[in-house]
């Protein structure tokens, strides 16, 4: 009789715990079609590899953009890396509620090649979305990066 209680609050505490909002995950734009996970790192290492291609990222967002929620950031599985994931305007809304939870991005690796005066136009208006101070004295020259546009996500709540 007590093995069957047992039993029982196991079970209860089981089915709180998947019915939890911890468990809970919000779905944005396509559904993800990928299953194998690319590590961030990855794709940093070998850009070009990647470049043009499908893939599935996943790690903690760690920012959002204020203005339109048209973009977030995500951790990469490396210490202080992360990458972009972009969306058009409007299409896909990421919220600010999602920094500091586990996202799974789906979308296709791009390079974005900049001139000085783009990269110095990049860096003021990412610095306007932060609602941060631009010293272009902080651009130093051409910049090229990689990001990920996105097309569908994940987000654990």
Request: hydrophobic letters at 45%; glycine letters at 8%.
């Amino acid at each position: 009789m007590a093995h069957t209680r047992k039993w029982r609050a196991l079970l209860i505490v089981l089915g709180v715990l998947l019915w939890s909002p911890a468990f809970a995950a919000s779905e944005y734009g396509a559904p993800l079609t990928l299953k194998d996970v690319t590590k961030v790192s990855e794709i940093a290492d070998q850009p070009g590899k990647y470049l043009g291609k499908r893939v599935l990222v996943e790690g903690m967002v760690v920012e959002v953009c204020a203005k339109r929620g048209c973009w977030m950031d995500i951790a990469s599985d490396r210490k202080y890396e992360k990458i972009q994931i972009k969306v058009t305007d409007g299409e896909i809304v990421f919220p600010l509620s999602a920094r500091g939870r586990n996202a799974l991005v789906e979308g296709v690796v791009e390079e974005i090649a900049m001139s000085f005066d783009e990269a110095v136009e990049y860096a003021r208006h990412k610095a306007e979305e932060k609602g941060e101070l631009f010293d272009p004295a902080s651009v130093t020259g051409p910049q090229t990066i990689y990001r990920i546009r996105g097309i569908g996500a994940i987000i654990r709540d």
